[in-house]
């Protein structure tokens, strides 16, 4: 039982280019979220998903687009990566979006812009 | 503004102190909420869950004031490996939920 999976765990890329964060869980959880988090401060939300086939921004979702491919899959892209995009970017899923149940959390995708 | 306030610490304290975090949180009606761990550059881990007045677990022991609008979070016999950053976080849909915690460090 994997849990939440995140691929890559590290890439670097140039300005400009582009690339899709992947992140499944084998949870049968409703609800995605995708969050960055920069040195020294706390997590901010980017884009989450209640259910297959909704989504929606947070607080940060500029520069970002996502899709909740099925249940299990929820990506997030960025079209032309700038080094303010340079974080750890962690995905998590809960059972059912506004109820009493916790986040779990993949281990995360460092990424580097140049 | 946050839903959740944490002194950010660092807390410094010596193997074997107790050590005790509050958390104050602005939703009063928030009835559930959940500590996490988070290790440097690791993903948050689920520490504990407190749905009532409080819930222990060995050496952690939350407590929920809801009259003053605060949970804590107590761990007695610290040990090296406590050394960790100790997440609040409400339960609910909220997206400013997450704060950047409270930073303890444990030293020998």
């Known amino acids: 039982n994997a849990g939440v999976t995140q691929t890559p765990k590290f890439q670097v890329l140039k300005t400009g280019q582009s690339m899709t964060l992947q992140c499944a869980q084998d949870?049968?959880?409703?609800?995605m979220y995708w969050y960055r988090q920069d040195p020294g401060m706390g997590l901010r939300l980017i884009y989450y998903?209640?259910?297959?086939?909704?989504?929606d921004k947070g607080e940060v979702p500029n520069g970002y687009n996502v899709s909740r491919l099925n249940k299990r899959e929820f990506s997030l892209r960025l079209e032309s990566a700038a080094p303010s995009q340079t974080s750890v970017y962690f995905c998590?899923?809960?059972?059912?979006?506004?109820?009493?149940?916790?986040?779990?959390f993949g281990d995360g995708t460092r990424l580097s812009i140049l | 503004r946050k839903e959740v306030e944490q002194d950010p610490g660092p807390f410094n304290v010596p193997e074997g102190a107790t050590v005790a975090f509050n958390c104050t949180y602005s939703?009063?009606?928030?009835?559930?909420f959940f500590w996490y761990r988070q290790d440097c550059r690791k993903e948050p881990k689920l520490l504990m869950s407190?749905?009532?007045s409080g819930n222990e677990d060995g050496r952690f022991t939350a407590q929920l004031n809801r009259a003053s609008q605060y949970i804590s979070l107590l761990i007695r016999d610290s040990k090296l490996s406590d050394s960790a950053t100790y997440l609040c976080?409400?339960?609910?849909?909220?997206?400013?939920?997450f704060g950047a915690g409270t930073r303890l460090t444990v030293k020998p």
């Open positions: 998590a899923t809960d059972a059912l979006l506004d109820s009493n149940q916790p986040q779990h």
């Open positions: 949870m049968n959880h409703n609800s």
């Open positions: 998903s209640a259910s297959e086939g909704t989504t």
């Open positions: 939703n009063s009606a928030s009835q559930s």
């Open positions: 407190v749905y009532s």
């Open positions: 976080v409400p339960a609910g849909n909220n997206d400013m939920r």
